[in-house]
């Protein structure tokens, strides 16, 4: 460490608007010289010349042949890219996205000179969060009631739908989705049936609801069918009032949260996006390419189209984050342990340290909108 220190001097670190830093400070002389030599073997290993092979050309043919200047910027770069984030350590920096990097002073057996303008995670002002999330769950009257007509209904539309597409497979399918399977199926059948209330047409066939019927898609006869179904509706009820109490507390703490939010962060909910996108399509079996295409869409249109909600959930994960340091919210090491465990057997590739550090936040995250709804 005390060495890697002795690498640069003069380090100083000028706070800038939108949450950006500017750090500027020079490379040792001495260690310029180090990244000198470094960068002539770097550059010999993959230059070749008439009459030598590539690799094995004598340094100083190299050197006259190529240019000190373009050495000593090899150099700098060399340098830079391997001192930046000690420096960004030294100095306590939580820096975001990519740094832009400039050099101010680069002569061969001098000090080198440079600047670099970072995003830096933001200051965040939060609001009195604890009343906020007490006054929106208030607000929220609902009850997940489930009244017999329901029933019915989404039970003459897994009949039609039974008969219509003559499927097989029922619940077997959805219950890995879902605890019971019906949940997601009758949301899926209301939005794309579009039956209305009374319609019918002169030539339909009434629903034929026997055991038989109820046994094709999983249950033991009508009676469990109909319990099954009035458990996946109330739950699926109970799920949408929650998702409205929690929409609810969090909007309302970011509106009254003061932050500065840096562009970097949402240029990386932006690259998130997109990186979500291209998997879902190619597991759809589709290229990336003939998606935009049959969207008529450029990357540039859908990273427009998608900035608002990357704003929210750059927001979003700032104030939980925040929340969950205030009131020290950290998920105990076996829970951590055993979500990334999980993830890692569907994942076989994932670093475990990493896949431990995204668990970790993710579950803190979980537990402080929790806490929220909660109070």
Same mark, same amino acid.
């Given at each position: 460490?005390?060495?890697?220190?002795?690498?640069?001097?003069?380090?100083?670190?000028?706070?800038?608007?939108?949450?950006?830093?500017?750090?500027?400070?020079?490379?040792?002389?001495?260690?310029?010289?180090?990244?000198?030599?470094?960068?002539?073997?770097?550059?010999?290993?993959?230059?070749?010349?008439?009459?030598?092979?590539?690799?094995?050309?004598?340094?100083?043919?190299?050197?006259?042949?190529?240019?000190?200047?373009?050495?000593?910027?090899?150099?700098?770069?060399?340098?830079?890219?391997?001192?930046?984030?000690?420096?960004?350590?030294?100095?306590?920096?939580?820096?975001?996205?990519?740094?832009?990097?400039?050099?101010?002073?680069?002569?061969?057996?001098?000090?080198?000179?440079?600047?670099?303008?970072?995003?830096?995670?933001?200051?965040?002002?939060?609001?009195?969060?604890?009343?906020?999330?007490?006054?929106?769950?208030?607000?929220?009257?609902?009850?997940?009631?489930?009244?017999?007509?329901?029933?019915?209904?989404?039970?003459?539309?897994?009949?039609?739908?039974?008969?219509?597409?003559?499927?097989?497979?029922?619940?077997?399918?959805?219950?890995?989705?879902?605890?019971?399977?019906?949940?997601?199926?009758?949301?899926?059948?209301?939005?794309?049936?579009?039956?209305?209330?009374?319609?019918?047409?002169?030539?339909?066939?009434?629903?034929?609801?026997?055991?038989?019927?109820?046994?094709?898609?999983?249950?033991?006869?009508?009676?469990?069918?109909?319990?099954?179904?009035?458990?996946?509706?109330?739950?699926?009820?109970?799920?949408?009032?929650?998702?409205?109490?929690?929409?609810?507390?969090?909007?309302? $703490?970011?509106?009254?949260?003061?932050?500065?939010?840096?562009?970097?962060?949402?240029?990386?909910?932006?690259?998130?996006?997109?990186?979500?996108?291209?998997?879902?399509?190619?597991?759809?079996?589709?290229?990336?390419?003939?998606?935009?295409?049959?969207?008529?869409?450029?990357?540039?249109?859908?990273?427009?189209?998608?900035?608002?909600?990357? $704003?929210?959930?750059?927001?979003?994960?700032?104030?939980?984050?925040?929340?969950?340091?205030?009131?020290?919210?950290?998920?105990?090491?076996?829970?951590?342990?055993?979500?990334?465990?999980?993830?890692?057997?569907?994942?076989?590739?994932?670093?475990?340290?990493?896949?431990?550090?995204?668990?970790?936040?993710?579950?803190?995250?979980?537990?402080?909108?929790?806490?929220?709804?909660?109070?």
């Amino acid at each position: 460490m005390e060495e890697t220190l002795k690498q640069y001097q003069y380090i100083k670190v000028k706070e800038l608007p939108h949450s950006e830093a500017e750090i500027s400070g020079e490379v040792t002389s001495l260690a310029m010289k180090e990244y000198f030599e470094r960068a002539l073997q770097h550059v010999s290993s993959n230059v070749s010349f008439p009459g030598f092979r590539k690799g094995h050309v004598p340094q100083e043919i190299v050197l006259k042949r190529v240019g000190e200047a373009v050495i000593l910027e090899e150099a700098a770069d060399i340098s830079l890219r391997e001192l930046y984030p000690q420096i960004v350590l030294d100095e306590k920096l939580d820096v975001v996205g990519a740094p832009k990097i400039s050099v101010t002073k680069l002569q061969a057996g001098e000090a080198l000179g440079f600047t670099v303008v970072t995003a830096v995670m933001p200051k965040v002002s939060l609001p009195s969060y604890k009343r906020i999330a007490k006054r929106e769950t208030e607000k929220i009257k609902d009850v997940a009631e489930v009244v017999d007509k329901e029933v019915e209904e989404t039970l003459t539309l897994l009949w039609k739908q039974r008969n219509v597409h003559e499927t097989t497979n029922g619940l077997t399918s959805l219950t890995t989705s879902h605890p019971n399977g019906f949940g997601r199926l009758t949301t899926g059948l209301q939005t794309s049936t579009n039956i209305d209330e009374g319609e019918k047409k002169e030539d339909e066939v009434a629903p034929n609801l026997t055991d038989e019927f109820a046994r094709s898609l999983g249950a033991k006869d009508m009676a469990d069918l109909r319990e099954k179904i009035l458990v996946g509706l109330r739950q699926e009820k109970e799920m949408k009032i929650k998702e409205k109490k929690q929409n609810a507390i969090l909007e309302s $703490i970011i509106k009254e949260t003061k932050v500065d939010l840096p562009e970097a962060l949402v240029e990386r909910e932006l690259d998130k996006m997109t990186e979500r996108l291209k998997d879902e399509v190619r597991h759809a079996g589709f290229s990336y390419e003939k998606y935009l295409e049959y969207a008529k869409k450029t990357e540039a249109d859908l990273r427009k189209d998608w900035r608002e909600g990357a $704003i929210r959930h750059a927001m979003t994960e700032l104030v939980l984050d925040h929340i969950a340091e205030v009131e020290k919210i950290l998920p105990s090491d076996e829970e951590v342990a055993k979500e990334a465990q999980a993830l890692g057997a569907r994942y076989k590739d994932v670093d475990e340290e990493r896949a431990r550090a995204y668990v970790k936040t993710l579950l803190s995250r979980e537990k402080t909108l929790r806490f929220l709804e909660e109070l």
